[in-house]
Antibody, heavy 121, light 108 residues
Framework: EVQLVQSGAEVRKPGESLRISCEVSGYSFTTHWIGWVRQMPGKGLEWMGIIYPFDSDTRYSPSFLGQVTLSVDKSITTAYLQWNSLKTSDTAMYYC??????????????WGQGTLVTVSS | QSVLTQPPSASGTPGQRVTISCSGPSFNIESSTVNWYQQFPGTAPKLLIYNNNRRPSGVPDRFSGSKSGTSASLAISGLQSEDEADYYCAAWDGSLRAFGGGTKLTVL
């Protein structure tokens, strides 16, 4: 069974750094892109970016380029989403998901449970 | 603001057929596949339709997808109260895939 298990909720102050994780199991980690999706309170889904664990090829949506960093650790089949300096506007639920197919035509078939990030002074 | 446009809301009564549209420039919907996701409050989204009109295992055949030109549609026939949720389309936006703004479906 494909499973994506995300790390727990986080509360941080503006300017702080943060890394949240998405541990994957049930399939070969290096053969599918992993994507990250933001959902701000009461708002819709936003495609942040995707990473290919085999070679760490990463594609960012223009809105998120330079704002976050995606990475993976193949040894523990875990993907990460990182901020170097959080803003209050980063307060949101963040989902990781497995992409099936190409980054151009693919779809997210399995999702993590979400990690709530709250940034407040 | 997404390049994929969905109506913010839709509604129907039990048993009705409801359609939700997703439109965008020709470089996205016309030239790429469209997927649909369903999301209930407080839960992760779920894949409903992939490759324009394919249903994953376990998705009832009441749900169907179609695409024509620069527009795609999700149709729900035999509407049920448990279909009340948010629905999102996704397609290529020119640099990466993107979601539509979402449609809140209310079952009256």
């Amino acid at each position: 069974e494909v499973q994506l298990v995300q790390s727990g909720a986080e509360v941080r102050k503006p300017g702080e750094s943060l890394r949240i994780s998405c541990e994957v199991s049930g399939y070969s980690f290096t053969t599918h892109w992993i994507g990250w999706v933001r959902q701000m309170p009461g708002k819709g889904l936003e495609w942040m970016g995707i990473i290919y664990p085999f070679d760490s090829d990463t594609r960012y949506s223009p809105s998120f380029l330079g704002q976050v960093t995606l990475s993976v650790d193949k040894s523990i089949t875990t993907a990460y989403l990182q901020w170097n300096s959080l803003k209050t506007s980063d307060t949101a639920m963040y989902y990781c998901a497995r992409l099936v197919g190409s980054y151009y035509q693919g779809w997210f078939d399995s999702w993590g449970q979400g990690t709530l990030v709250t940034v407040s002074s | 603001q997404s390049v994929l446009t969905q109506p913010p809301s839709a509604s129907g009564t039990p048993g009705q057929r409801v359609t939700i549209s997703c439109s965008g420039p020709s470089f996205n919907i016309e030239s790429s596949t469209v997927n649909w996701y369903q999301q209930f409050p407080g839960t992760a989204p779920k894949l409903l339709i992939y490759n324009n009109n394919r249903r994953p295992s376990g998705v009832p055949d009441r749900f169907s997808g179609s695409k024509s030109g620069t527009s795609a549609s999700l149709a729900i026939s035999g509407l049920q109260s448990e279909d009340e949720a948010d629905y999102y389309c996704a397609a290529w936006d020119g640099s990466l895939r993107a979601f539509g703004g979402g449609t809140k479906l209310t079952v009256l």
